[in-house]
């Protein structure tokens, strides 16, 4: 499952690549400081497979930097969510570079672990609305990873 998911992300980034004037950013969007997120997808851990649910947030500090913060909730198996703080790099043509440290558990449980978190996403804007598809690792305190493909909808205000 997950590999039609990446297969279909690398698409879509790589459209975006090639033709940046089909996704140029409309000025008023760079207007909004604030931007939260919904973000669903796959992820994948240790050859399982599972459904996530997200919320992501970002302050816009400048042009090129951000900063902000994300939940998740990962199901079929998983039951873990995820809580951490983002830097994100805006280098231009709509690319966010993400990285940051959180914690991960199992839902209703008080055991958390450690990890850091490297994400791309690429946003489609219209308006104050975008479209993000995302790729995201969580490398774990206890030396494992999961790796998230993802759709983010969200506004800027």
Same mark, same amino acid.
């Given at each position: 499952m997950i590999a039609r998911y990446a297969s279909l992300t690398f698409a879509v980034?790589? *459209?975006?690549?090639?033709? =940046?004037? *089909?996704?140029?950013?409309? =000025?008023?969007?760079s207007n909004h400081p604030h931007h939260l997120a919904g973000v669903v997808g796959v992820a994948s851990h240790e050859s399982r497979d599972g459904r996530f649910l997200g919320l992501e947030y970002e302050y816009r500090l400048t042009e090129k930097w951000g900063v902000g913060g994300y939940y998740e909730q990962t199901f079929d198996g998983f039951d873990l969510e995820a809580l951490g703080l983002m830097a994100t790099y805006h280098p231009g043509q709509n690319w966010r570079l993400l990285g940051g440290?959180?914690?991960e558990g199992k839902l209703n449980t008080d055991k958390t672990k450690l990890l850091v978190r490297a994400a791309i996403a690429y946003d489609f804007h219209v308006g104050s609305v975008s479209l993000s598809p995302l790729l995201a690792i969580d490398w774990i305190e206890d030396n494992s990873y999961v790796v998230y493909l993802g759709l983010g909808v969200g506004f800027g205000f």
């Open positions: 980034l790589l *459209l975006c690549t090639v033709s =940046p004037s *089909l996704t140029a950013a409309e =000025p008023e969007h440290i959180g914690g």
